[in-house]
């Protein structure tokens, strides 16, 4: 006890996949406090796994109090891209049975996937059924584009986001060299549009497949950098957020006057009568700007739109069933 | 001297616009030495000028160094976009003609925007002809429906950026109630399609409006947020390292060989050329990958496609034509 | 309203001594918040006062959300370390009179004084009756050698530490190159043997004289040095906990039996009577090990020394008095 | 490769006593990078090795690119000064024999012990012959009042620091309910007087024990606090700053006039004519201001002092060995 435990899974041996996990047995003061888990998926553009994205992050996170895993999945001559998609599932299966005894926090599960290591973690969170709990993407390939690229056959993931991928942390760089910006806003814009909860810090300059872009990572100077190399705390603090969030489920039925429109609209009798009434909230962006307010107080902010004549014709259109669900 | 200078300079006396100026004569130990200038532009709906999004964010930027200003444009019942346009490009004016004494870097002109100064700021770096050299935009209204939202009459300016556009540091949150978060997205994209280097601080939590998100703004603890108060050292590390960015103008002529996807293609008789060979360039995701690569360095990592004997059709096609330029 | 007032106030005009206020009444969004008061005293060896540590320090704080003044005191010709007290006194005068508008929280005045001024500072808190709340040396002179240098006349500072001394955070560099660094030790160890708490920040690089260390305060990368000048935001983290922290003043009556030792002895009786039971606590480095805990509690970690024996008959010596106070 | 290796070495199996190696060979991109050495002495008031200050601390380095120890010596029913000295520098032989291939840099060996393990390391830096080249202590016990406390027989060890004492940081609290601070003080304090390069961080807030004050070594709030976790990086920083402090050994000869004090009377029959010219010299205090400046820019500084007249006698009485050396 009051060490880190490294254990070894194999899912092929031919293949060389498999899971390393660092069971994080330290200083739990309380025998019974769980831990967080990440599971760490190197890049390496499916040819290889890098060495600079595996041990060193899944030990970064180690000392933040997490428990980690490095996924090894199919690449170079094994390189298919179902099979990889596999081995994710296979890395969440073991995840699962962990001996109860490590504390394993199994609502507080983890993934951070880094270039093709993003790709496979973006495919994880869209494609596969059973999650992760939160998603870390740094400078990940997303776009069919740049799968062609890396000579798999994979849709364009950003296509693939829905309301069931996790809350999701970018980081990448405007002047990456290899993988264009363009897969990081793709997939950005694809969490906005399905409101999942996203974080995302840019950086303008700096090379592709800078991992921690400290020494631990790198002698060459261009592979080192402080701005950059903030993204491993600002990911922890995003977890914690994410994680210490109070549950806000209003469980109790809020009368249509209370309601802000995405409520009221969630019911589809409703919604049309909603549109009919107001139509420009047809326009996707000015439905954005609306949809978290009362009518009451978008009469307030629009009088000359939302006006008091057609508040009350939209309440007595939906008489008799004003109260929500 | 050494102390910091206001001055008031007024543009329109009725509609209260004109810009304050804080020059700053601090600790120039090297009487020569000159300070980058900051103008500020705050927030508030075009219905007023926010004093929260003014002074603090000036007196903040001096003491990193600069001088600052804040502008005061058309707002309220003066409420008039395109005269707000021409109070920022009074205030460039006026920046440019402050008294040489005061030791303005006039080649270091950065604008600073929250939400609906945001919107101005973006308006100023896309539709004026005289542009800062720098841009940062806080949280920023972007889109033609939130233009109608703050009843001015403008066009949505990630439509507007232009290879004139100045690079751009972006911050704004997920979770922001007032100004939905795909304004943000959509002028990044604007912004990578037009390859403006941009800069982008995207934070889940946190409310409209946080401005510093410390005590100075807020005595809310809803507005108050060490994370997102970060922001403000980041904008002053990418400003100075736009700013120290060496010059990497290749003034040289280069050989076809010698130069990559990009170069070659900017000559409209060699581009229609190498799509001819090269069919998928025409693809813009597959063109932003390979671009910034010469011909041999494709070959190496795609032989397939680019063979040794396209490139070499290549070059006897544009035979006579060798050098770029 | 909503922007930070300059003001001076003139003690001696001879003497050009004085104080400069800037008055902040930026975004109190809440009209009656209180802002602490911190009043900044530049050094220069008794013969000047040094632009680099007077407004860039005011300013500094005035955006960290306090009010700030800078004193001018008597120095180079009018050189008098008794009138450059006094100096200090009428600042102190001035600040409690500040108008009520500009709400002023009475109690959270800070000083802070760097290299000569940080000499005026200590004194400030050692020989003055009034005193400010909180008090801040950078690089401080404090030893009658080093006034001696300074040709004032005036007794080793740390000498004149007392119960009444207040919190102070203390900064400086092992290398300093002027004030050696001894007069920093000799003062913390002043103020530990008075028991007053402190922080205390000794970076081992730097010259003296570094100020902010950032580009505000030098052009010279000698006196840039961003370690050094996390100072600044330390400060303001080490006021606030002092600031906040909770009153713990134990008005209910104890009975010894939960007295711990220091408590026990501040009754002059008692005191004679544990001294002659408990020898040890003679000594003074043994005494501030065991002052903090109960006789129950010592008994429990040194048994041969605090026997059951000895401590029953300390009660029953004290019999009839067992409550403190 | 590009693994963390663990490994044990036993120096007393009955005794428990020995040292784990955390041997790092992570993503050396250069095979030839060597990677410098700390050492980790845990606490435990020599009763036992506490698990929160060992392999959390270790591999908190480790994943700052150092290869790490830790410390396990004679401790509880073992208890005995002389031994855990003796297994401070069996530990310190090991590290100087690990195997060539892991690319140990034997000239930056580091160790860092808190409370009795700082007392360990500060003993091992003045009482051993071999000792590391750089030192750092935690919240240390120094003086013997306390070592009678943890019942081994041990001088005060601030009374044992020399001029081959290595550079030290220092960190702990005011607030200590365990080591009074005095402790770090006095340590302090003899640093000093034998000129030893120190950087010290003394927080005001905080109990004894709160190793990384992070949630990898505390569950109890108490425990944990983000002001004093900041040491670990500090600490890093402050190795690689001296490091990588260039070379400034003067291996030229210099005449008397451009020697500062400091080196003139490093020459014993030279001492005694500047004392005799100079009696103030002989004031402790006094020499500490003078010793780094040269005899004209004293001059420059108490012209009624260093009075040229004296300078002249001095170098005429010196006259025929003017050379240093």
């Given at each position: 006890m009051n060490m880190v435990y490294k254990k070894e899974v194999i899912f092929d041996e031919e293949a060389n996949s498999g899971i390393t996990l660092y069971l994080n047995d330290l200083c739990a003061e309380n025998e019974l406090r769980k831990k967080p888990f990440i599971l760490v998926i190197p890049g390496g553009g499916y040819s290889y796994c890098s060495d600079r994205e595996a041990e060193p992050i899944a030990l970064s996170y180690v000392v933040q109090g997490f428990h980690a895993g490095v996924l090894r999945y199919h690449v170079g001559k094994y390189r298919d891209f179902e099979k990889s998609l596999q081995d994710g599932k296979k890395a969440l299966d073991v995840i699962e049975q962990i001996d109860e005894k490590f504390n394993v926090s199994h609502d507080k599960i983890a993934i951070i996937g880094f270039s093709a290591g993003g790709h496979l973690a973006a495919a994880m969170c869209t494609l596969l059924k059973k999650k992760p709990t939160l998603c870390i993407l740094g400078y990940p390939a997303i776009l069919s584009s740049f799968a062609e690229v890396m000579k798999i056959s994979a849709p364009s993931l950003d296509q693939c986001v829905s309301k069931d991928t996790p809350p999701t942390f970018l980081f990448s760089t405007f002047e990456d060299n290899v993988v264009p910006i363009e897969n990081s806003l793709y997939y950005l814009k694809?969490?906005?549009?399905?409101?999942?909860?996203?974080?995302?810090?840019?950086?303008?300059?700096?090379?592709?497949?800078?991992?921690?872009?400290?020494?631990?990572?790198?002698?060459?100077?261009?592979?080192?950098?402080?701005?950059?190399?903030?993204?491993?705390?600002?990911?922890?603090?995003?977890?914690?957020?994410?994680?210490?969030?109070?549950?806000?489920t209003n469980s109790c039925k809020k009368s249509m006057i209370?309601?802000?429109?995405?409520?009221?609209?969630?019911?589809?009798?409703?919604?049309?009568?909603?549109?009919?009434?107001?139509?420009?909230?047809?326009?996707?962006?000015?439905?954005k700007i609306v949809r978290k307010y009362t009518l009451q107080q978008l009469h307030h902010f629009a009088p000359e739109e939302f006006t008091n004549d057609k508040i009350k014709r939209l309440t007595a259109l939906i008489q008799g069933k004003n109260e929500i669900g």
């Open positions: 694809a969490l906005e549009e399905n409101d999942i909860p996203f974080e995302s810090h840019i950086y303008q300059k700096g090379l592709h497949g800078l991992s921690l872009a400290n020494s631990l990572t790198g002698d060459n100077p261009k592979m080192i950098d402080s701005r950059f190399s903030h993204w491993l705390n600002l990911s922890c603090e995003w977890m914690n957020l994410n994680w210490s969030h109070k549950a806000t209370e309601s802000c429109v995405q409520e009221i609209i969630s019911d589809d009798r409703r919604r049309q009568k909603v549109l009919e009434l107001f139509p420009k909230i047809q326009n996707k962006s000015y439905y």
